[in-house]
């Protein structure tokens, strides 16, 4: 089945610093979605990414969908202590034919920010 | 903001019991799906549903699980015989449809099982 693999696993930062993971697949998608996930909720969707190559923001978000539509990074710019939580990437393939939107999902970056 | 809501929150059960666990999508959806979180894992799909049937399953989603959409609002999961390792966190999540067959998929707040 497809698989993605996300990096890093963890990260410990200070507040006001930049943050950066990624997320690689052997497959293509057509859309990349980030989730993030405090804990006991669900995931709450980020930012979403339609066409290779584009590049979204969403405040101090930034993701960008790779060109060969295998992989897809996301940058939180001055990091705050309520980014706290676990950053999930998910590849969709388009509804049509046989897929009807189901997600895969990357095993999920946990980040902590030191006040 | 409309959400996705699930109910119960938690839900305790024991080995080889039914359980039915309940989502009230986003009222103008018509895609939804169920996935499940085992504790410190990721997100797995478990089935997907469209138009009062289902459009994909997982080879986690076996005979033991159904889902049904009994009214224009819920959609239930159902576990026949539950198992040990069904505990897990199961979300519910729906969609619409926009151009270019795009599905943005929100998620509810999960419904923790545990079978002991």
């Known amino acids: 089945g497809q698989q993605l693999n996300q990096s890093p696993q963890s990260m410990f930062i200070q507040e006001g610093e930049d943050v950066s993971m990624n997320c690689t697949s052997s497959?293509?998608?057509?859309?990349w979605l980030w989730y993030k996930q405090e804990p006991g909720e669900g995931p709450v969707l980020l930012i979403a990414?339609?066409?290779?190559?584009e590049l979204t923001s969403n405040g101090r978000l930034t993701a960008q969908f790779g060109i060969t539509r295998k992989d897809s990074f996301l940058n939180i710019s001055a990091s705050i202590p309520s980014d706290v939580g676990i950053y999930f990437c998910?590849?969709?393939?388009?509804?049509?034919?046989?897929?009807?939107?189901?997600?895969?999902f990357g095993q999920g970056t946990i980040l902590t920010v030191h006040p | 903001e409309p959400e996705v809501t699930q109910t119960p929150s938690h839900q305790v059960t024991q080995m080889g019991q039914e359980v039915i666990l309940r989502c009230v999508p986003i009222?103008?959806?018509?895609?939804f799906y169920w996935y499940r979180q085992i504790l410190g894992q990721k997100v797995e799909f478990l089935v997907s549903?469209?138009?009062?049937?289902?459009?994909?399953k997982s080879e986690i989603f076996d005979d033991q699980f159904s889902v049904e959409r009994p009214d224009g609002s819920n959609f239930t999961l159902k576990i026949r015989s539950t198992k040990l390792e069904d505990s897990a966190m199961y979300f519910c999540?729906?969609?619409?449809?926009?151009?270019?067959?795009?599905?943005?998929?929100?998620f509810g707040p999960g419904t923790r099982l545990t079978v002991t």
């Open positions: 009222s103008n959806h018509l895609y």
């Open positions: 497959s293509i998608f057509n859309t």
């Open positions: 990414l339609y066409k290779a190559g």
């Open positions: 999540a729906s969609s619409e449809r926009v151009a270019g067959g795009r599905l943005e998929q929100y």
């Open positions: 549903f469209y138009n009062n049937e289902i459009s994909e």
């Open positions: 998910a590849g969709q393939t388009n509804a049509g034919g046989t897929s009807y939107g189901k997600l895969t």
